[in-house]
Nanobody, 115 residues
Framework: QVQLVESGGGLVQAGGSLRLSCAAS????????MAWFRQAPGKERELVGTLSWSTGNTYYAESVKGRFAISRDNAKSTVYLQMNSLKPEDTAVYYC????????WGQGTQVTVSS
């Protein structure tokens, strides 16, 4: 099993930045992929971006490409989501996801962007 703990959410004005963290513990050596998802009120959960645990390759949804960046600190088994040029439509609960043979989820952290 893997446990995921997110932090770093909050309230920010449009155009501002936030960095989310996701600390993984447990069977981190079995992680194949880390990802960030988000879910806005009344909407389905959507993929924000992914990071391959073995290669470090990343993928981003078109809606965040060029503004968001996923990185990791292997020593801390922590993945980050750097969010720049935030827009009100980025307001959502952000979830960290780890894929092994099954998916594990963090508890979510609220990001609110005011106009």
């Amino acid at each position: 099993q893997v446990q995921l703990v997110e932090s770093g959410g909050g309230l920010v004005q449009a155009g501002g930045s936030l960095r989310l963290s996701c600390a993984a513990s447990g069977r981190t050596f079995s992680i194949g992929r880390m990802a960030w998802f988000r879910q806005a009120p009344g909407k389905e959960r959507e993929l924000v971006g992914t990071l391959s645990w073995s290669t470090g390759n990343t993928y981003y949804a078109e809606s965040v490409k060029g503004r968001f960046a996923i990185s990791r600190d292997n020593a801390k088994s922590t993945v980050y989501l750097q969010m720049n040029s935030l827009k009100p439509e980025d307001t959502a609960v952000y979830y960290c996801n780890a894929r092994l043979t099954t998916d594990y989820w963090g508890q979510g952290t609220q990001v609110t962007v005011s106009s």
